[in-house]
């Protein structure tokens, strides 16, 4: 084992870190939201299958899990009668580990009453743009010019992003014709993805020939996702196809935050997870305190979550989050 105690970033890097920590503490103050610290440790997992959450043992008989997020509890707190809330703190997810990934990061998420993710879209630029600026003032540093773009950020919807970087829209198009466009662009596929799986074609498309050409010249919008991506969005019918109501931000390729228009009914959320847990072969339990919040009344709302540790790197001009972290996982 090393004896290298250093912090893998620069002090001069973490005092600037802890001045924007406290910035958007206040942006969010004064935007009329406040904070909230939900547990750390959960009795209820991620529904996601593609996240892992760590595994707490607890006692003979349960199992505790490190949050992934503060959504579930967050939406507790919305449908007992908060309005807008925020929070800024650690979150942990397994297997995530790389220039842009730790297994403990800082993630920065809220949530608002009666706001739609449109709404949300108009917020996060603010909210990006105002703190480049404040990295600006604050150091010596000029964040990226695509962040500080005097045009607004670019917003395209999903089949536009790949009509443009792929060659062709994909929401109507059989899963078929999609294997075979990434074939056509030359997108080397794991033995493990099946010709059936359309999500997995369009998420590999996505990564491989969208992704990397996105928000270069400004931030970009991605929204209105396919609805078999929904998660915990809401699905709406756009046309011949449905719809999930949400987003995803990108800066030099890299994705900064995703946010959703939130489902609200309980019921669909349990269908939902019956499918993902059938789809992935996976034991998905079921998350009762969030479906009881739901069936009580969570209200309509719209929630975003934002990776701090990305956005502060990106505005420094970092080639990784270990630039602007004390001690990431490998010298933990």
Not at 224 to 235: G, I, K, M, N
Not at 259 to 275: C, K, P, Q, S, V
């Amino acid at each position: 084992m090393s004896t290298d105690f250093r912090p893998s970033a620069s002090l001069e890097v973490l005092r600037l870190r802890a001045k924007l920590l406290a910035f958007a503490r206040h942006f969010f103050d004064e935007s009329g939201y406040w904070e909230v610290d939900t547990p750390t440790l959960s009795h209820e997992r991620v529904i996601d299958p593609n996240i892992e959450p760590f595994i707490v043992p607890s006692s003979a008989n349960e199992q505790l899990f490190l949050q992934t997020s503060p959504e579930f509890a967050m939406k507790r707190l919305l449908a007992s009668g908060a309005d807008a809330i925020y929070q800024l703190g650690k979150v942990f997810r397994r297997g995530e580990l790389g220039r842009l990934h730790n297994p403990e990061f800082t993630m920065l998420e809220w949530y608002r009453i009666g706001d739609t993710h449109h709404e949300q879209m108009n917020f996060v630029e603010k909210f990006v743009t105002a703190f480049a600026r404040e990295v600006e003032r604050q150091s010596s540093v000029t964040p990226l010019s695509s962040i500080l773009s005097p045009q607004s950020f670019e917003r395209l919807t999903y089949d536009q992003s790949f009509e443009r970087h792929a060659g062709s829209k994909v929401l109507t198009r059989p899963t078929g014709e999609i294997v075979a466009t990434a074939r056509r662009l030359g997108v080397s596929a794991p033995e493990s993805l099946l010709p059936n799986d359309r999500d997995g074609w369009l998420n590999l498309l996505l990564a491989e020939r969208v992704e990397p050409h996105l928000g270069h010249d400004r931030p970009t919008f991605v929204y209105d996702y396919p609805a078999s991506q929904a998660a915990l969005a809401r699905v709406r019918v756009a046309g011949p196809v449905s719809v999930a109501e949400r987003f995803e931000l990108y800066v030099s390729g890299i994705e900064l935050c995703n946010g959703y228009h939130e489902l609200t009914d309980a019921n669909t959320l349990r269908a939902r997870i019956r499918h993902e847990a059938s789809a992935s072969e996976q034991d998905i339990p079921e998350p009762t305190r969030l479906l009881a919040a739901m069936e009580q009344g969570l209200p309509a709302c719209s929630g975003v979550a934002l990776g701090f540790d990305r956005l502060l790197m990106l505005c420094l001009g970092a080639d990784s989050i270990r630039q602007v972290t004390p001690f990431p996982f490998e010298i933990a």
